[in-house]
């Protein structure tokens, strides 16, 4: 099949797997719906697979495959194809979407069985799948775009799937105002590369971005970048707009699984990787990036440290480790960052069906104060945990352990790197350490909290298979991009990952002398053990210990209050932004609409009434006034005319 | 003659209505009539030709010589679709008002047959007079719509929206008797009405002297069409105008009424004046975005779903001047298409509020809550057209207002800049305002209509169906095909946009 017939197909078979459930949506037959929608899925993952095949077979300077199926906008100089290109950086994300997504479909029949809405559910997140699926093959920033917003509104009704209640629809309308704040930045950003560039074609981009790197903030590519960075930070959930990932956590399982930690929150990261040329000519932003990258990713993890809510754990989990790939790519480290976001994918979406499988087990119930124990009742559900919690921390050879040390690394080598941001991101790995594991003893380890009246049982196989292939993923994973000193030791294992995306990535200009590997391994060796010392203390605290929690907030008192409460950042976006705007609108339509404008209307109305009522008062039909009138008027004639 | 057919077939259509003997038939033979006038239309849009910016099936005959006044019209890419737009939407206004409008039927359709015509008119006219019969004309019939189909307070707001509208039409009454006794300067003694006339003239223009011939004429003609766009701060007809008007009165107002102003601006204030709309576009702009802001703003605080659709208009028609009056390619193609947009998902809304109005009586946000599970068709159509409203990619929104903002851009970053936090607050106002009326638990109106059979709600008919489906497919197909309708203005705008200063229309 030529190559333009499977993207289309890939593209396509997700719209008719929406299209073939929303019709009917009001059906409760799972079966069938959860079959069309993972059926449609699977289809496009056959299709990532081929052509990923086919880019594999082709000659390095060839692998781009390419589909321009028609014209979308031509108003002047400004021309955008709905055209869509499959290379070493799309063909991941493709596989990642459709291979991922298809096992979150399987294991969305299993959990979603019993839920009233299934159809629509399944209805909706194809038509994640499809917008997805344009966001990384659209070959210009604006049908990337088209993708961006098209995940955001399937977030927005996924995120508020269980509408009535007031609470879950509040969030999926706060994930989609905070990423239009976002959004509002990125059309900016467009704006600035189209009259710089003259061009949004990310291709064209890449290859006129400019080969020197511009030292001013002002500059066009560093402007530009800066705003699609901002957009990033709404999709991607980083630091000033993150508060609505926690709150998305009110959506199904699965779909936090699929778009809240696999798929759609890295779209942000996927974008600099796209377009790392013209970054790497925007130095000023990429430290922004970095240094964003390193505040979201340690301060996400403090409030992990704090929360009970097994969902909420892995939200801030996942905010810090998108907040570890933003530090990749902020230091330059493209391939690394792409790479943490794979294995995260991998273990995260695991982690997430994993807890899904926990809540149903426990009947939806999601606090962890009341599990413990339930290793012995769900040992393939605890199993499969066990691998993502060590691929999460770092555990060595496990596929997280590659892709962070080689972001550690690169935050300290890289020649926009600094030992500062290395530590930052080693400070992040041992709090994602302890939070970790400190969510593995409450739920699956010690005694059991579950209340009598629940009997925890292992999910049915359509919802573990998909957690065995993903926890088989996230232990072999990193295996095709093994660094390089790593795999000097273990005797010749090329890095596979690094080769395949190389002729994409641009060179960083170097400055200054190379590191060496003694290095490296020094660094690699504090990191890991010291991930490896905070999580066997959080195992000591928090296993068999009842009470730990009381004693902890108590020992650190306001410290532990302030982080609890997430530093108050909700409260503080709403006492300094939203109340004060909503306030003073409200004062605007009163004191200029209703106040003023109308009021000087009916001032100026009731003028001319008046006008009209004096004109008219001198109209009595009294034939003696006007008498009157007329020998007053030839009284005030004679006078002027004799005066003179 | 197909032109004049297409124009004057509504006026004949009332007067068939008006000596029609069968009262009960009255809604089925306006609603064939309307689709007959369609249908029309689409011949003339069959018989366009889009490789061309000449005006087109151009008819001209001498109506009163001696004051060189003519019955002229034409229609060029600017025009054309806005013609479709009216075509497009009268059918659907009849069928939308089917339940709605119970009183008086046949003097409503008389009405709504009237205005077609003087809408259409003030579209095609191009001879000054003939022009500013069909421009007040369309006051009249609308006055009696809200007048007389309207609600509580209709009185006050016909009132207003007529006194605002005439205020500003007089002062263009006199800029054109003024223009008209310039002409002979160009004609070669004659006096002339002619648009085509007019654009010959070169008014003297003085950069920062406001009493000058062509900046007074610019203001003159520029307030008249601002009142009627409406432009902050002369938008507060607007607001009770929809409030009070009758669903389908509405829909006429935001789909078609409000474009007239717009509309103008690029027929004649631009190629009129260009060197007064030039020096001054600042101040448009700057009224543009403010109007986008404050729209934005109070539509977040209305407690009545219909008063925040009328500001939501505010907004939108603010991004429209902004588009126009930044005067390049992207803005003023943006702002043609906005209109369409405007009159598409703005409409679609204000019908969906009737259909909604219709069962429940109420439009406080307040006492609804929890219709989406009362109403899920109903539902997956408002949150639509919402996603189109919210300019939501690949719907027609998107187009729209993404070229604007990029051609606000080029003229000012810092506009620019401003003005797309109508992005955000759009998506605010929209979506809060959905989340309270159809999300959450169930408010005041769900729960009566549950506890009370008779008033039981009903999700879509057929027949409303069928009003939504053609708005529904429009929004898709202009997001997701834009060309397939830009195509025919590109030649007319770019023709506009590069010859402004010596601005001229050959006749075909």
């Known amino acids: 099949m030529s190559h333009e017939a499977l993207i289309a197909i890939l593209l396509l078979s997700p719209l008719v797997g929406f299209i073939l459930n929303g019709v009917r949506f009001r059906s409760s037959n799972y079966i069938l719906a959860g079959s069309i929608a993972t059926g449609a899925v699977f289809v496009s993952f056959i299709c990532s697979v081929m052509l990923m095949i086919d880019l594999i077979n082709a000659p390095v300077d060839q692998r781009r495959l390419a589909a321009n199926f028609f014209e979308w906008i031509a108003v002047g100089g400004f021309k955008v194809n709905a055209g869509f290109v499959v290379d070493q950086i799309s063909s991941i994300m493709i596989l990642i979407i459709t291979g991922v997504g298809s096992l979150i479909h399987l294991f969305s029949i299993g959990y979603m069985h019993h839920d009233k809405g299934v159809t629509k559910y399944f209805a909706y997140l194809n038509l994640f799948i499809f917008n997805m699926l344009i966001l990384v093959l659209g070959d210009s920033l604006l049908t990337m775009f088209v993708g961006w917003e098209g995940v955001g509104l399937c977030s927005y009704l996924l995120i508020g799937f269980w509408f009535s209640d007031s609470a879950k629809a509040a969030a999926g309308m706060k994930a989609f105002i905070t990423n239009r704040i976002g959004d509002a930045a990125f059309i900016i950003g467009m704006f600035i590369l189209f009259f710089s560039f003259g061009t949004l074609n990310m291709f064209e981009l890449n290859a006129l971005a400019p080969t020197t790197v511009e030292a001013s903030w002002m500059g066009a590519a560093t402007l530009g970048t800066l705003m699609l960075f901002i957009g ?83 939200a801030y989990s996942t905010v810090s ?20 976001l794979m294995t995260h994918a991998f273990f995260k979406a695991l982690m997430f ?82 939070y970790m594991t400190r969510l593995m003893a409450l739920t699956f380890w010690g005694g059991s909290r579950v209340p009598k009246s629940v009997h925890p049982h292992e999910s049915p196989a359509i919802m573990t298979i998909p957690l065995i292939i993903l926890a088989i993923l996230s232990v072999i994973g990193g295996f095709i991009g093994v660094p390089h000193v790593i795999g000097e030791y273990l005797g010749h294992i090329p890095n596979y990952w690094a080769d395949w995306l190389d002729p994409l990535i641009r060179k960083l200009p170097e400055t200054g002398a190379p590191h060496t590997a003694a290095e490296e391994w020094g660094l690699m060796a504090t990191s890991v053990s010291l991930a490896l010392i905070s999580a066997f203390t959080a195992y000591r605290i928090y296993t068999n210990n009842k009470g730990t929690n009381e004693q902890i907030a108590k020992a650190f008192g306001p410290v532990y209050n302030f982080v609890n409460n997430k530093y108050f950042v909700d409260e503080a976006y709403f006492a300094g932004i939203i109340n004060p705007l909503v306030k003073q609108s409200q004062n605007l339509w009163m004191y200029i609409d209703v106040n003023f404008i109308d009021k000087t209307t009916h001032v100026i109305s009731d003028m001319t009434k008046g006008a009209g009522s004096l004109a008219r008062s001198f109209q009595t039909g009294n034939m003696q006034q006007y008498a009157m009138y007329i020998g007053l008027g030839v009284v005030v004639v004679l006078t002027f005319v004799l005066m003179r | 003659m197909l032109l004049s057919v297409v124009l004057f077939l509504p006026l004949v259509f009332a007067v068939i209505l008006t000596v029609w003997p069968q009262k009960t038939t009255i809604r089925q033979l306006a609603l064939g009539l309307s689709l007959i006038e369609f249908l029309a239309s689409l011949v003339v849009l069959k018989n366009f030709d889009q490789a061309s910016a000449a005006l087109q099936m151009a008819e001209q005959y001498a109506w009163v010589p001696r004051f060189g006044i003519s019955y002229f019209i034409g229609i060029d890419g600017i025009s054309l679709m806005l013609i479709m737009l009216t075509t497009f939407l009268t059918p659907i206004i009849i069928l939308g008002s089917w339940n709605s409008i119970t009183d008086r039927v046949k003097g409503f359709h008389v009405a709504l047959f009237v205005l077609q015509t003087a809408m259409m008119g003030s579209f095609l006219a191009m001879d000054a007079v003939l022009f500013y019969v069909f421009w007040e004309l369309s006051l009249v019939p609308m006055y009696f719509i809200v007048g007389i189909w309207g609600g509580a307070r209709r009185i006050y707001a016909t009132i207003k929206f007529f006194i605002y509208t005439m205020a500003g039409s007089v002062l263009m009454l006199l800029a054109i008797i003024f223009l008209m006794r310039l002409t002979p300067e160009v004609t070669g003694g004659a006096v002339s009405a ?58 006429v107002l935001a789909g078609v009424m409000l474009k007239m102003g717009t509309f103008c601006y690029l027929r004649w204030v631009i190629p009129l004046f260009p060197e007064a709309a030039e020096y001054y576009a600042w101040f448009f702009v700057a009224l543009g975005v403010i109007g986008i802001v404050y729209g934005a703003l109070v539509a977040m605080v209305q407690p009545d779903v219909k008063k925040l659709v009328a500001y939501s208009s505010v907004s939108h028609m603010g991004y429209v001047i902004l588009g126009i009056f930044v005067m390049n390619q992207y803005g003023v193609n943006g702002a043609l298409y906005q209109m369409l947009n405007h009159g598409i998902s703005t409409g679609a809304l204000f019908l969906l509020i009737g259909m909604i109005y219709e069962r429940t009586h109420s439009r406080m946000i307040v006492k609804y809550g929890g219709l989406a599970s009362a109403l899920p068709i109903f539902t997956i159509m408002f949150v639509i057209v919402t996603m189109s409203s919210i300019a939501v990619p690949l719907t027609n929104g998107f187009i729209g207002e993404f070229l604007i903002l990029m051609g606000t851009y080029q003229y000012s970053p810092l506009a620019a800049g401003i003005s797309v936090t109508g992005v955000i607050l759009g998506a605010a106002y929209m979506l809060w305002m959905v989340k309270r009326v159809f999300f959450g638990p169930k408010g005041e109106i769900v729960t009566h209509a549950e506890e009370d059979k008779e008033h039981a709600l009903h999700d879509l008919s057929v027949r409303e169906w069928v009003v939504m489906t053609p708005l529904i497919i429009l929004i898709f197909w202009m997001g997701i095909f834009p060309n397939h309708f830009m195509d025919y203005s590109k030649k007319s705008v770019d023709h506009l946009i590069s010859n402004k200063h010596n601005y001229t229309l050959e006749v075909k």
């Open chain 1, 232 to 314: 990033a930070t709404g999709k991607s959930a980083q630091v000033p707009l993150y508060v609505w990932l926690p709150d998305a956590m009110a959506g199904p399982t699965p779909v936090s699984a699929l778009i809240h930690a696999a798929t759609m929150v890295t779209a942000g990261v996927y974008m600099i990787v796209r377009l790392n040329p013209m970054f790497v000519a925007a130095p000023n932003t990429m430290m922004v990036i970095a240094i964003v990258g390193a505040v979201t990713a340690v301060m996400a993890a403090t409030i992990g440290l704090t929360q009970f809510d097994i969902k909420k754990v892995l």
């Open chain 1, 321 to 340: 480790q998108l907040g570890y790939m933003f530090l990749a790519v902020g230091v330059g480290a493209f391939g690394a960052g792409m790479m943490h």
């Open chain 1, 353 to 434: 069906l994993g807890s899904g499988s926990v809540i149903h087990a426990m009947h939806e119930e999601q606090d962890i104060r009341k599990m413990g124990g339930l290793k012995k009742y769900l040992p393939i559900t605890h199993f499969t945990f066990l691998m993502g919690w060590l691929a999460i921390i770092g555990f060595p050879l496990f596929s997280g352990f590659f892709s962070k040390d080689e972001i550690l690394w690169q935050a300290y080598a890289s020649p926009r790197g600094s030992v500062f941001l290395w530590i930052a991101g080693v400070a992040g790995a041992l709090l994602t350490a302890f």
């Open chain 2, 194 to 251: 002619s648009l085509l006339d007019f654009y010959k003239l070169q008014i003297p223009f003085v950069a920062g002297d406001f009493f000058t011939a062509q900046t007074l004429l610019f203001f003159a003609f520029a307030l008249a069409f601002a009142i009627k766009v409406p432009l902050f701060p002369l938008h507060t007809w607007l607001p009770d105008a929809h409030v009070e008007a009758p669903t389908p009165g509405s829909v």
